[in-house]
Nanobody, 118 residues
Framework: QVQLVESGGGLVQPGGSLRLSCAASGFTFNRSVMRWYRQAPGKERELVAIIVTSDGSTNYADSVKGRFTISRDNAKSTVYLQMNSLKPEDTAVYYC???????????WGQGTQVTVSS
């Protein structure tokens, strides 16, 4: 079955770095647009970053631009989110999302907690 398994979340100090991973299975990874979302307490879920299938183009929320980098390894069916210069306001549950183009389906990971605190 379709699975998106996230890892890499945890506690980090402000200014620190963290890399999230999302391992995908059960669908054709290289035909999927991959996204990272996050949801902070009391706030709506927001799109953080997206990477497309074709040329690897990426887009980021303004709040993370220049600090976060999304990447994908199609051979490993894994998408990453490298988070640098972390701020307390980055604290949220981060969700991996796949848009599987052939079926027009969306799949979600379980979420991983990122806490930025001193």
């Amino acid at each position: 079955q379709v699975q998106l398994v996230e890892s890499g979340g945890g506690l980090v100090q402000p200014g620190g770095s963290l890399r999230l991973s999302c391992a995908a299975s059960g669908f054709t990874f290289n035909r999927s647009v991959m996204r990272w979302y996050r949801q902070a307490p009391g706030k709506e879920r927001e799109l953080v970053a997206i990477i497309v299938t074709s040329d690897g183009s990426t887009n980021y929320a303004d709040s993370v631009k220049g600090r976060f980098t999304i990447s994908r390894d199609n051979a490993k069916s894994t998408v990453y989110l490298q988070m640098n210069s972390l701020k307390p306001e980055d604290t949220a549950v981060y969700y991996c999302n796949a848009f599987y183009i052939p079926l027009n389906n969306e799949y979600w990971g379980q979420g991983t907690q990122v806490t930025v605190s001193s």
